[in-house]
């Protein structure tokens, strides 16, 4: 499986964009870039996803590198009601079902 | 989308027991799945259920310990047996719709069962 690598952690000042930095270098032509955050004591919840052009959605926005070895979710405004931790997955389009791989994530505080 | 509702929320278990979780989708899903999380620690898959079949476990999790039941497209089941401390943690089950192009799908995710055991 593609590897992701995320900071740890990262903050935030409230109603400040955000950049969640993610890195797949081993990322595949087929690998979709998928990101998922998880607030505190809730189970994950999908933010956004991609495959070669940058994406826009109503909780945010996923700007993929031109060769496609990393990707950043932008936060527009954080809110405090952001911070939780944002988990970045690769999932592959071929070879039928594959499982979802959740790594460390990057652990978001806004600050007010 | 999908909304997912688990049961128990919470409990507190003596060793050597076992407990079993529910997870009730609102709609007709094909692929659901266990995880398991325990405190500050990312989520680990334990198994995935899929309706009609028996489930498929990772490494490191068995049937004895961690049966598992699909009845039908909207129900599962997550026991945990003969629980020990090591078992505390966040159960939480997913679903998806496991379409032909897995690589656009959402996994929807429960709220999760806090499980200790004293």
């Known amino acids: 499986d593609a590897k992701t690598t995320q900071p740890n952690s990262m903050e935030s000042n409230e109603e400040e964009p955000v950049h969640l930095p993610c890195n797949h270098s081993t990322i595949s032509g087929t690998d979709y870039i998928h990101w998922y955050r998880q607030l505190p004591s809730q189970g994950p919840e999908y933010v956004i996803h991609g495959l070669t052009s940058n994406v826009n959605n109503r909780m945010a926005s996923l700007a993929i590198a031109e060769d496609r070895k990393s990707s950043t979710l932008i936060l527009h405004r954080a809110t405090l009601r952001d911070a939780a931790v944002y988990y970045c997955?690769?999932?592959?389009?071929?070879?039928?079902?594959?499982?979802?791989?959740f790594g460390i994530g990057t652990k978001l505080q806004v600050i007010p | 989308s999908a909304v997912i509702s688990q049961k128990p929320s919470r409990d507190i278990c003596q060793r050597g027991t076992s407990l079993t979780i529910q997870c009730q989708v609102d709609?007709?899903?094909?692929?659901m799945f266990w995880y398991r999380q325990q405190p500050g620690q990312s989520l680990t898959l334990i198994a995935t259920a899929n309706q009609g079949s028996e489930a498929t476990y990772e490494s490191g999790f068995v049937i004895d310990k961690f049966p598992i039941s699909r009845p039908n497209l909207t129900f599962s089941t997550l026991t945990v047996s003969n629980m020990s401390p090591e078992d505390s943690s966040i159960y939480l089950c997913s679903a998806e719709w496991g379409l032909a192009g897995a690589g656009t799908d959402t996994q929807y995710f429960g709220p999760g069962t806090r499980l200790t055991v004293l």
């Open positions: 709609s007709q899903v094909t692929m």
């Open positions: 997955i690769l999932r592959d389009a071929i070879g039928g079902y594959q499982k979802v791989t």
